[in-house]
């Protein structure tokens, strides 16, 4: 088996924004010596990421799960989403889990992970009391326990989705003892306190292009140890500098990597060989 040179743990190669390229992209990023895992948001995309994965003996993983803005319809703003052209503002579709379907998918061997699921607390807010209902914090909470079962029942680790909901993310997690599970927060953008309660739990933080043109987590990649960070694209969305305002892909994963050595002060090459390490110790690669 190759090492990779880079895995970027958290991809969309599987959504529309590549439907006319998505394989092409893959090539690029397996000869440029990157592997990443390919995220599911709902069924149609989880399924699709499996059939991606499937369909590359090496470097290609899927992560199957029913994210958190998919259980109402909201409106994601193009200018939030920051991918250029490629990705326009859509409302989300709706979907209810079906616990037996997601487990048919994530016992795929080259499934690696539950998710992105989680909290989202930052869409689907009431515009006039600037609040979540109550009712949909709720379903989004029964939906993330099931998912959070569902990972304990095939073996598999988190990749967890979190937006302003950190609290009632950790307080579930306490109560189903994911520190049994594992996994990754996914596009971590807390502070260190909240950071220091994931380590705590046996996760693991992962971090994005983001750091590229803003210094607001700084103090967190400083501080959370080397062995516990990761790092992803979130491609389609926030490419990093250079190539802000653009369609992301994993090869860019690369500029998160670099970013992170200068930030710990750490010599490039040993950043890298851990965060590959790290990587495959997480998603039993």
């Known amino acids: 088996m190759s090492n990779p040179r880079f895995i970027d743990i958290h991809s969309h190669i599987n959504f ?16 440029g010596g990157v592997w990443t895992i390919l995220v599911g948001s709902q069924i149609d995309t989880s399924q699709r990421a499996v059939e991606y994965a499937v369909k ?19 409106y994601v703003d193009k200018n939030e989403i920051d991918a250029g052209d490629a990705v326009p503002g859509f409302t989300s579709r709706v979907e209810e889990f079906d616990y037996n379907a997601y487990k048919k998918i994530a016992m795929n ?11 989202d607390y930052f869409r689907g807010k009431n515009q006039e009391s600037n609040s979540m209902d109550e009712d949909l914090k709720q379903k989004q909470k029964e939906v993330f326990r099931a998912q959070v079962g569902l990972a ?16 009632d993310l950790i307080a579930i997690l306490k ?3 994911g520190e049994e599970i594992g996994g990754d927060v996914h596009f971590f953008a807390g502070s260190w306190n909240v950071a220091r309660q994931f380590l705590d739990l046996n996760f693991h933080l992962s971090f994005t292009g983001v750091l590229t043109f803003t ?6 990649v400083k501080k959370t140890p080397l062995e516990r960070i990761m790092v992803e694209t979130d491609a389609p969305y926030v490419s990093p500098v250079p190539y802000r305002g653009k369609r992301n892909e994993p090869l860019y994963v ?13 010599p490039e090459e040993d950043v890298f060989i851990q965060l590959v390490r790290n990587t495959r110790t997480v998603f039993g690669m």
Do not use: F, Q, W
């Open 254 to 266: 690369e500029h998160t990597a670099r970013r992170i050595a200068e930030i710990k002060e750490l």
């Open 109 to 119: 061997p080259k499934t690696v992970a539950i998710g992105e699921c989680g909290l």
């Open 152 to 167: 304990r029942d095939v073996g598999k680790p988190l990749m967890i989705h979190c937006r302003d909901a950190y609290e």
């Open 175 to 177: 109560e189903e003892r």
């Open 56 to 74: 590359y003996e090496e470097g290609i993983y899927a992560s199957v799960g029913l994210h958190p803005i998919h259980l109402s319809e909201t």
């Open 215 to 220: 210094h607001d987590y700084d103090e967190v």
């Open 16 to 31: 529309n924004a590549y439907k006319n390229d998505g394989n092409e992209v893959i090539k690029r990023t397996l000869d």
